[in-house]
């Protein structure tokens, strides 16, 4: 679907699903039992559209007292391995959510699945076909027509038993051979048209290792998982709603077999996540990866959930944006403004507030007695009384923000400049008396005097009005770090799509479209309280946003600090 087509900044106002169990749970069906269950495929790294699937369904079991299965899909030996595994296993963690006793793996049902294939070859319903890929599909019709019969649709059920058997026994070479559900090829949904449930593959399992060389299709594994496990509602995103229907078949034929009992699960669709500015497709998210657009998967620039958890993106600023964009079942665009301003009110709350200078000024105070220093106090933060305040040591040369300076300020200028008067924050009133410059005409160093009776917290300070409130940091006790300053990586909401003023015939990648400002490394001035800080410790640098100390490259006593988000969002004015 175009981009253009859905509503752009679109946010649901409420959640289907809940009317839907609810109604289930007046009916009676599963005496008020709801069991959920997230079934990631272990081939690749989660992503914010994830977190979205998470927060549902461990979210709709909580609600109703349920429970929530966390299950891999791991039914595609070729491309999964345990560090996908361990990888999910961490980030549903890190998202808060529990999956006590149900942790499952389609690979623990292998044999489930067979017995469940040759029931249905038994019933003739299924059947074990010859035909190439390229031969199925070319018999497969399309949306207008229907398709044809293959040649071995008619074989006997003594026939397709021993040759499934002989697929099991490894008999047969890779695509030689497949076993296909026996439905309807003239249906009007292509999905029913006789789909192939088994293949071979003669690879090793991350987990069975060479015990299989036939391995289920997702299709076919992925409601019979849902069986076993006594799944109520199978939610799954809108691109399986076609599918649905050969879900809902397979369970009740299963079930005629006997091999499970009614009620079946029900498979409800909802819409996936579509967030601009990111893109979500694996196959994007691997090119950038492995050509180098991103240092690797926990870039913070990228959407994985490592990415996010490195950037300091936090679990509860995932569920607050998965509760305001609701669930829905179509389709619309949710602006990357809303996962921001939900991580700003999560963080406005949690983080404790630092001082930090990024583009640093030297202020000299020229009546600050040489080699002097004092305490100033900060509070914690402004909203937690409670947290007390900490020690800021203050002296005659200070670090401040540059563009506080301006020798010729302009109209509504209210910070520094020559003749002004304007308040240190926690410090004292200062009064600027002029500064340096080099031989290009760059400011190096300001320069002020300060009124001794004006120190924040005590009775004088009462007696200066001042317009200006600027944040600094003592030159002889802060200390230099590395600061990164994260912004979005694509710097157009749609990567990829055509924009207006494009020439006629213009091929876009959605890579012409990476903000090349996405990272901008400095070195900064921090309050010296910042050394100690942790790997994964959080705070609003004032004035410049939220920060978190990098959970890789932080080491104790130097702490690496990465922008989470701003305080307030920039792009809107910016019109991008």
Not at 383 to 410: A, N, Q, T, Y
């Amino acid at each position: 679907m175009n981009p253009n087509d859905k509503k752009e900044g679109a946010v649901a106002p409420s959640n289907f699903i809940r009317n839907l169990i609810d109604e289930d749970n007046r009916a009676g069906k599963w005496q008020g039992r709801v069991e959920t269950r997230f079934p990631p495929e272990p081939n690749g790294y989660l992503h914010y559209g994830h977190a979205k699937s998470i927060c549902l369904n461990f979210g709709l079991a909580e609600a109703y007292a349920g429970a929530c299965h966390l299950r891999f899909d791991d039914t595609n030996p070729e491309k999964e391995e345990t560090e996908y595994v361990d990888g999910i296993i961490e980030a549903v963690k890190w998202l808060g959510f529990d999956w006590g006793k149900h942790l499952y793996y389609a690979s623990d049902y292998f044999d489930t699945m067979y017995q469940c294939a040759v029931s249905l070859i038994r019933a003739g319903k299924a059947y074990v076909d010859a035909l190439s890929a390229d031969e199925m599909r070319a018999l497969r019709g399309t949306l207008t027509e229907p398709g044809k019969d293959s040649p071995w649709r008619n074989r006997s059920v003594e026939e397709n038993l021993d040759l499934f058997a002989r697929m099991r026994a490894g008999e047969f070479a890779e695509g030689s051979l497949a076993l296909r559900a026996r439905i309807d090829m003239a249906s009007p949904n292509i999905n029913l048209r006789d789909p192939v449930i088994y293949r071979i593959r003669k690879a090793a399992h991350h987990r069975t290792g060479d015990a299989w060389c036939i391995y289920p299709l997702y299709t076919f594994a992925h409601p019979i998982e849902d069986a076993i496990e006594n799944i109520t509602h199978s939610i799954c995103t809108l691109e399986f709603e076609d599918q649905r229907p050969f879900y809902d078949w397979l369970l009740d034929a299963l079930a005629e077999a006997g091999h499970f009992p009614r009620p079946l699960p029900q498979q409800i669709e909802f819409a996936r996540l579509n967030l601009t500015y990111v893109v979500l497709s694996k196959r994007k998210l691997i090119q950038l990866v492995e050509e180098g657009h991103v240092d690797g998967w926990d870039d913070p620039r990228l959407p994985t959930l490592i990415g996010a958890r490195r950037r300091g993106f936090t679990p509860e600023g995932f569920r607050l944006f998965a509760e305001r964009i609701g669930v829905s079942k179509s389709d619309s665009w949710i602006d990357m403004s809303v996962l921001e301003e939900s991580m700003r009110e999560h963080l406005n709350e949690a983080a404790e507030r630092r001082v930090a200078v990024l583009d640093p000024l030297k202020l000299v105070l020229t009546n600050y007695a040489e080699g002097a220093s004092e305490l100033c106090q900060a509070p914690n933060h402004p909203l937690k009384p409670e947290l007390g305040k900490r020690d800021m040591p203050f002296g005659r040369e200070l670090w401040i923000e540059r563009e506080d300076f301006m020798e010729e300020p302009v109209k509504g200028f209210h910070r520094l400049y020559p003749g002004n008067t304007v308040r240190l924050r926690y410090g004292y009133v200062v009064k600027c008396t002029g500064c340096d410059k080099d031989a290009d005409g760059k400011v190096t160093t300001v320069y002020a005097e300060y009124m001794p009776d004006s120190k924040s917290g005590t009775p004088g300070a009462d007696n200066y009005k001042v317009k200006g409130n600027l944040h600094w940091v003592s030159a002889a006790h802060g200390y230099q770090a590395e600061v990164r300053l994260y912004d979005r990586l694509f710097a157009y909401p749609h990567p990829g799509q055509r924009r207006e003023g494009d020439a006629e015939g213009l091929e876009r990648s959605f890579l012409d479209d990476i903000n090349p400002d996405s990272r901008r490394v400095i070195t900064a001035w921090l309050e010296p309280s910042l050394k100690g800080a942790a790997a994964e410790d959080r705070f609003q640098f004032e004035r410049h946003g939220y920060f978190v100390a990098d959970r890789r490259d932080s080491t104790a006593g130097a702490p690496v600090f990465n922008r989470t988000v701003t305080l307030k969002d920039s792009w809107a004015k910016s019109g991008r």
